[in-house]
């Protein structure tokens, strides 16, 4: 079976960036996502350069396992669950992604939870998302392509940044990372 890869480059910008880009390409209608992330107390789920969360947007939960694999390239597993409470999954198929990564579920609890407001645009070969994201002591705004198709990435990404005056350079640690 072949792994579920995620690659993204990230970069945050300023307020007048972001406003300026989203006003650019015909991004969908914003929606509002809360994000809570979990760990051990002895942090491994970050000693394995990894983050588990659930996801909220509106009624529906996502349950997420991301363990990065280099600086843009992530594992990453993601499934909808029936509730935003993580000692309330019982699914096999996440329980064995607990087993695989030796995580154990019972010795999860909540580190952080922060709001993204989010929009996307669809390209070829990816999506770019503008997000807006609320932590409980600041606000920040970060565009993200995310690729799912072989090819430059960086270089595609740099051309959309271009009329902003902005190039790509990685400027910004995961959100999470942020929120503390």
Same mark, same amino acid.
């Given at each position: ?68 694999? /280099? ?8 499934? /909808? ?9 019982? /699914?096999? &198929? ?5 087993? &695989? ?7 999860? #609890? ?13 390209? &070829? ?10 932590? #409980?002591?600041? +606000?920040?705004?970060?565009? &993200? ?8 990435? +960086? ?18 640690? #995961? ?6």
């Amino acid at each position: 079976m072949q792994e579920p890869i995620e690659r993204e480059l990230k970069i945050l910008v300023s307020q007048d960036i972001y406003e300026k880009i989203i006003h650019s390409y015909d991004f969908t209608k914003p929606w509002k996502q809360t994000n809570t992330y979990f760990d051990t107390p002895d942090h491994s789920i970050k000693n394995q350069k990894g983050a588990v969360r659930i996801r909220t947007i509106g009624d529906r939960h996502i349950f997420t396992l991301k363990i990065r694999k /280099d600086a843009i390239t992530h594992i990453e597993l993601e499934k /909808d669950i029936d509730r935003s409470n993580m000692q309330s999954i019982t /699914d096999p &198929e996440i329980l064995n992604w607990f087993k &695989e990564y030796q995580i154990n579920k019972e010795q999860l #609890s909540p580190i952080t939870t922060f709001s993204t407001v989010r929009q996307t645009y669809d390209f &070829e070969h990816g999506q770019l998302c503008a997000d807006k994201t609320i932590y #409980s002591n600041h +606000i920040d705004y970060e565009l &993200e392509y995310e690729y799912f198709d072989q090819h430059d990435g +960086i270089s595609f990404f740099n051309q959309i940044l271009e009329p902003f005056h902005i190039t790509y350079i990685k400027n910004c640690p #995961s959100k999470i990372a942020r929120a503390f």
